[in-house]
């Protein structure tokens, strides 16, 4: 890996992308090990990753943008098909639980229906 | 900098990935595992961009694209198949 060429302040801009979606990632799969029921678990990962994921893709894009010629566009195909995928696959997940009548925590608002 | 971030970001998504495998191991219901699958999809993505920066390539991101497309096919076709009891009615 040859960054020796790369001015500073791009590189702590990579390095930062990368490390915060590397953290936001993993509180997002830490919190789906975590949480009580499905519901709640659904929420973790399907906002925290996606936002971790993109984090490290946009600083992936950053940095290949600067070792190649032109503007990488692959990392923005990936970064705009998980965005773009993520809720409706969590939407399709949420329904199929409310459907199989899984239980929610106690003291939650508008629970399944029995 | 980046060589040191890279390690680094690669052992938290590690962690993660072990965490997800934690919830698939031990999931109460079926849509859990599919869940915690989805989730390792998305994980695996940003380990397979990390070793790609790692070695400086630049070609792994039809793998990439690849896997995400799969892993949103699956994930759907299998809450369908919940869902209605069939994927293509």
């Known amino acids: ?114 | 900098m980046i060589a040191v971030v890279i390690p680094i970001a690669m052992t938290l998504f590690a962690v993660a990935a072990l965490l997800n495998l934690y919830r698939l191991a031990i999931g109460p219901d079926i849509v859990d595992r599919i869940l915690a699958l989805d989730t390792l999809m998305i994980n695996s993505i940003a380990l397979i961009v990390l070793a790609d920066l790692k070695m400086g390539l630049g070609v792994l991101f039809e793998l990439a694209l690849l896997i995400a497309l799969m892993g949103f096919v699956s994930t759907v076709a299998m809450s369908k198949y919940l869902l209605r009891g069939d994927v293509i009615e």
């Not at chain 1, 970064?79 to 925590?105: C, E, N």
């Open chain 1, 1 to 114: 890996m040859t960054s020796l060429d790369m001015p500073w302040t791009l590189q702590l801009v990579v390095a930062a992308f990368l490390l915060v979606g590397a953290l936001v990632a993993l509180i997002g799969s830490w919190g789906l090990a975590k949480l009580p029921d499905f519901y709640t678990r659904l929420h973790g990962p399907t906002k925290a990753s996606t936002l971790g994921v993109g984090c490290t893709l946009i600083g992936s894009l950053l940095y290949f943008s600067h070792q190649q010629d032109g503007v990488s566009v692959q990392e923005a195909l990936v970064t705009i098909f998980l965005f773009a995928t993520a809720p409706v696959s969590a939407h399709m997940m949420g329904k199929a639980a409310l459907r199989r009548r899984l239980g929610s925590v106690a003291g939650s608002q508008n629970p399944p229906e029995r």
